[in-house]
């Protein structure tokens, strides 16, 4: 196997530009460091390419396009972010070293230098003929494809693609090539064409491991064999995964190492020379992947469980469970002030001499001090800081017995900003699914998180609800909450979702209890999946979604559970629960809604 990688391929972005700085490409540095640290790769087993000459990408690209690229709104188009001139060069410096790599990559195992050639980035199959798209400038594994061709390659080439996105910039470019073949299992369209040369599979939101391998499994060996390939392309996009924000399938670690693994050795007893890049892939878990293929194609074993990592806990959930084993216990209930850093109100000065006093712990547990003691060791103040909000102060309101509103301000120049304010209590479902004792939860009756020193823009819209732009912490904050439970030994999180956008992306861990609501959930977003966060809300929240009775369909009422306990965690990938949701998904999607209006079709 030959390995393709070069530092470059890591932009040097000033800016925060969220999750395509953060792990798209940083998740090629962490799994190839992680792989040096067991010393399966040193640098001299790495190919460094050059940056690919535009004489190479115009096999592909149209000249004018390329020429293009050095217009700033190109980025705007590609990344949703407008970039300096010196992060413009960057980002296409990066791509097109990716680039040139899948090029030499294709070219050595086309001349049986290698059975293998791994480009440790790549994938950018969204980009066309005359554009980028979805953070791809450069489509490297089109531009192999006709650099093959013109090396004299006539034979029949396979591309397998599962990434979660369509590789719509494959089948649109290259369909003029009569030795081409695509093989496609994906959860987002973004071109709808017929062709005897390609076998697309669409899963829903939601697939999990076994549908996905099963799947796998049964129709990815009868299109080899109907294709009978003499060179694949794999664009092994880690974006399936649970924790993904850029996807809705449901994949475990190890069942995405289960489907490479399936792939690579099916490949591999057919003795198909193979082109491997990354995709894409915009989770914590997304660096995993990668190096759990890399690992088992290189030491040939499979990785230990510790390398796959625990498939229902995220790297932040295990770091804040550390962090919480490190709490002095008696320091958590400490409480300096009955209501906090304000005067009582008369109301409040009564309550508390007659019978019906308010609580001053919350959750019957936290003193306001242990709370914020705990939020500090956690770093969530430090995450604010970050933010712009240096001065931060923290307030405390009982609301009844076991109810707490909290908030959070940013203190900026003599203002003073609310980021997050939520009200909390403790909540008992009696009759649930178990028959047994009843679930006890932390109630979140709503949760504000924004920031006020931010603005909109185009990658960042004003979504229902919204008077400013999010904090982009609910994971954290969840995460926080979690820890709550776990020491309380509460069953989960019960939250009722204001707008779609919070239960989509927000809320993207939590599941209805009754798995007849989350199938309509899971059919609601199977319906809006073509369409942006944006006009999907806006959608649902004019009610332009309806059956063609013209009843509105909105988002389920019930609880919205994020399940902590080991009970409801089997609960929810039990198969008759998954069972249940699938039926009533099916159910509703078959009774043809339609919407009413449109916002705008993007995808």
Known sequence: MGLWYHPAYIPSFQQNLGIQSKYIFKRLKKSLGKLRQDLLIFSKDLHLPAQISWNDLALFHDADYLRSTANGNNMLTVLGHSLSFAEGESLIESQRRMAQATLEAALAVFHHQYQVGFNIGGGFHHAQKDQGQGFCLFNDVAVAVRGLRHQGCQQRILIIDLDYHQG?????????????????????????????????????????????????????????????????????????????????????????????????????????????????????????????????????????????????????????????????????????????????????????????????????????????????????????????????????????????????????????????????????????????????????????????????????????????????????????????????????????????????????????????????????????RDYSLLDASIMVERGDLKTLQGEKITLPEGPFLLPVSTRLLDYFASANYLQECTQNMRRQLSENWTLSSSCGHTV
């Not at 390939?229 to 924790?243: C, E, M, R």
């Not at 004792?437 to 998180?449: A, G, H, Q, T």
């Open 168 to 528: 719509n910039g494959n089948l649109v470019g290259l369909a003029d090539d009569p030795q081409l073949f695509h093989f496609l299992i994906n959860g987002a369209t973004w071109y709808n064409g017929q062709s005897s040369q390609v076998k697309e599979i669409n899963l829903l939101p939601g697939t999990d491991d076994q549908t996905y391998l099963t799947i796998l499994e049964k129709e990815l060996p009868a299109a080899i064999e109907s294709f009978s390939p003499k060179i694949v392309f794999y664009i092994a996009g880690t974006d399936v995964l649970s924790d993904d924000p850029m996807g809705d399938f449901c994949l475990s670690v190890e069942g995405l190492f289960k489907r490479d693994k399936m792939v690579m050795e099916l490949l591999k007893n057919k003795n198909i020379p193979t082109v491997i890049t990354t995709g894409g892939g915009y989770g914590e878990n997304s660096w995993k992947g990668i190096y759990n293929l890399l690992y088992w194609a290189l030491a040939n074993r499979t990785p230990t469980i510790n390398s796959l990592g625990n498939p229902n806990r995220s790297d932040l959930e295990s770091r804040y469970q550390r962090l919480a084993k490190k709490l002095n216990l008696s320091l958590l209930s400490q409480d300096d002030s009955q209501f906090g850093e304000r005067d009582l109100t008369e109301e409040e000065i009564l309550e508390s001499l007659g019978k019906n006093r308010k609580n001053n712990k919350i959750l019957e547990y936290y003193g306001r001090s242990g709370l914020e003691l705990a939020l500090e060791q956690y770093g969530f103040f430090e995450l604010l800081k970050n933010r712009g909000h240096s001065s931060i102060s923290f307030e405390v309101i009982p609301r009844g017995w076991v109810r707490h509103l909290l908030r959070i301000y940013s203190h900026q120049e003599k203002q003073k900003y609310l980021l997050i304010e939520t009200q909390l209590s403790k909540h008992v479902i009696k009759e649930n699914p178990f028959n047994q004792r009843p679930l006890k939860l932390i109630n979140v009756e709503w949760l504000l998180s924004q920031d006020p020193l931010a603005s909109f823009s185009l990658d960042r819209p004003q979504l229902p609800g919204q008077r400013y732009p999010g904090l982009h912490l609910s994971k954290e904050i969840h995460q926080l909450l979690v820890q709550a439970c776990r020491r309380l030994s509460f069953d989960g999180l019960v939250y009722r979702p204001s707008h779609y956008h919070i239960a989509l992306k927000a809320c993207r861990d939590f599941k209805y209890l009754r798995p007849q609501m989350e199938g309509q959930f899971l059919a609601m977003k199977n319906y809006l």
